[in-house]
């Protein structure tokens, strides 16, 4: 899924300096929620995050990437240092 996702989605946000660094669909209180995680090579700010989820939620939502059911999408910034073991 992480492979489809980075292709689809990380020509689209280059504009914004930021890619998808992972994705992945864990069970949370009973939710089905697919995570983005984004990355830069700079400090990715809240307002950029929104920017991009916007153009994200338009694409996910209408493509068919995404064959996993999930009931919740989460896109954030990763961490800088953070690594992520999913």
């Known amino acids: ?6 292709k689809l989605l990380d ?11 992972d994705c992945f669909i864990e069970k949370v209180e009973g939710y089905n929620v697919l995570n983005i995680v984004l990355d830069s090579k700079e400090i990715i700010d ?7 989820s916007r153009v994200i939620n338009e694409v996910i939502d209408t493509s068919n990437v995404i064959k996993e059911d999930y009931d919740e ?9 953070e690594v992520y073991e999913k």
Do not use: C, H, Q
């Not at 689209?12 to 890619?19: N, S």
């Open 1 to 6: 899924m992480k492979r489809e996702v980075k």
């Open 11 to 21: 020509p689209l946000i280059e504009e914004f300096d930021v890619y998808v660094d």
């Open 46 to 52: 809240l307002d950029k995050v929104t920017l991009v």
């Open 73 to 81: 999408l989460d896109i954030y910034a990763k961490s800088k240092g």
